[in-house]
């Protein structure tokens, strides 16, 4: 699929973040064009196994008094037409995890919670975390400019580089051009599904654009920066990818959660297709083929795929303690402002307002699947929701998602 961040999909920070609309009526036309030409040339019918397999090794709560509740708001998902969703929630009650609809449809495989979902720009939170630690380990200083870590080679490619510090790519006040406005760009993934990028070739598309505003002077969500943000990490650990599983998958005890390098990626068979309503019309298409190629691809800014349970444990593992220090952790939390005025990114971190009760985390859609994951303080309540159904467009469908996401948060709440 395409990444999230194929277009300004800046984050909307607010119980509704399952639908991102284009800026450009036009650019969505030339979008569905293009597809339709592409996917005329892709079977989508792929002969996988019909799989079984079990969950995670966690002790779920039999008795969660709100199981059947949840429940049954996803099989409402899938009765207005989402191929397959999955949650996970951890909670004052302990551990519960649920699914509906297929995670294939083709073969009809059955969505299970042990199925490895998308993460899309939730990997953020993972690379900024990363970063973090290289912090409290004395190799990195989120106030200096990021000339002093990103080789010469990479930011020859960003303008006026020295006025940027690595704390301003970390919250997205560096005003640094977004790679995927490129329409050359966006003609190469359309036009060639499967061509793998590197993280400057994504460089290459922002080279010899000024700065879209003065670094420091508001705040802008860019995938560009945490490409960046991988390149730094490179530089100093020889390779980020490496050191986020041996830093945070390997003392979590995050086994099904991979990124790039890992043995195997991205063809697990326990990884769900996806689906896109193309035409906002309620009719399903499968964007595997799109969609595996993209995350492939991902640097920093996405990459990661996880079973529900395992993103609630990093959110968890991070909020308790158990990767970044108390001071670090605040670090994190540092926001800034939206165009609203009001509290909106930290460090890798949405701050967000569901039904009236803040959460941190983060949320991450596009062509072929969307997610949410946050933790709320007040209640101590963690939740991961997930679907493979594309959420870049607006469409009947994906309203009708949206009601029945805020029905989950009253849920949850009550």
Request: hydrophobic share 35%; charged share 20%.
């Amino acid at each position: 699929m395409f990444p999230r961040h194929l277009f300004n999909l800046e984050p909307v920070f607010t119980s509704k973040h399952f639908t991102i609309i284009l800026n450009s009526k036009k650019i969505m036309k030339t979008i569905s064009t293009l597809l339709l030409v592409l996917l005329c040339f892709i079977s989508y019918t792929q002969q996988l196994p019909i799989l079984t397999c079990t969950s995670s090794a966690e002790d779920i709560n039999s008795n969660y008094s709100k199981a059947k509740a949840f429940q049954s708001l996803l099989e409402e998902l899938t009765q207005l037409g989402v191929p397959g969703s999955a949650m996970a929630i951890y909670s004052p009650e302990g551990w519960w995890t649920g699914s509906t609809g297929y995670a294939k449809i083709e073969d009809k495989t059955l969505m299970q919670t042990c199925h490895l979902m998308h993460l899309q720009s939730v990997a953020k939170t993972y690379m900024a975390v990363s970063i973090l630690k290289l912090k409290e380990e004395g190799k990195i200083d989120l106030d200096l400019p990021i000339t002093n870590y990103l080789p010469a080679k990479f930011s020859k490619y960003i303008p006026s580089p020295e006025k940027i510090t690595v704390k301003m790519i970390l919250n997205h006040t560096s005003g640094i051009p977004e790679y995927n406005f490129s329409p050359t760009f966006v003609a190469l993934v359309l036009q060639h599904p499967t061509h793998h990028f590197e993280a400057e070739d994504y460089l290459n598309y922002i080279h010899g654009k000024p700065l879209d505003f003065e670094p420091g002077s508001k705040y802008s969500y860019r995938n560009t920066n945490y490409v960046l943000l991988s390149l730094i990490a490179d530089a100093i650990t020889g390779d980020h990818a490496r050191y986020i599983r041996e830093n945070i998958f390997k003392p979590l005890g995050l086994t099904q959660t991979f990124y790039r390098g890992s043995e195997g990626y991205i063809n697990y068979p326990h990884l769900v297709n996806s689906y896109w309503d193309r035409h906002s019309d309620g009719i399903i298409e499968n964007v595997s083929v799109l969609q595996n190629s993209s995350v492939a691809s991902c640097v920093g800014d996405d990459g990661i795929v996880a079973i529900p349970i395992e993103a609630v444990k990093f959110l968890k593992g991070l909020m308790e303690g158990k990767i970044l220090s108390a001071a670090s952790l605040e670090e994190m939390k540092t926001w800034v402002n939206g165009r609203d005025g009001k509290p909106t990114y930290g460090q890798g971190l949405d701050h967000a307002t569901f039904v009236g009760y803040t959460g941190y985390g983060h949320s991450g859609g596009g062509v072929g699947a969307g997610c949410q994951l946050y933790y709320f303080p007040e209640k101590n309540i963690y939740l991961f929701v997930g679907v493979n159904l594309g959420t870049l467009t607006d469409s009947p469908l994906h309203q009708a998602v949206e009601k029945v996401i805020d029905k989950i948060y009253a849920t949850l709440f009550e």
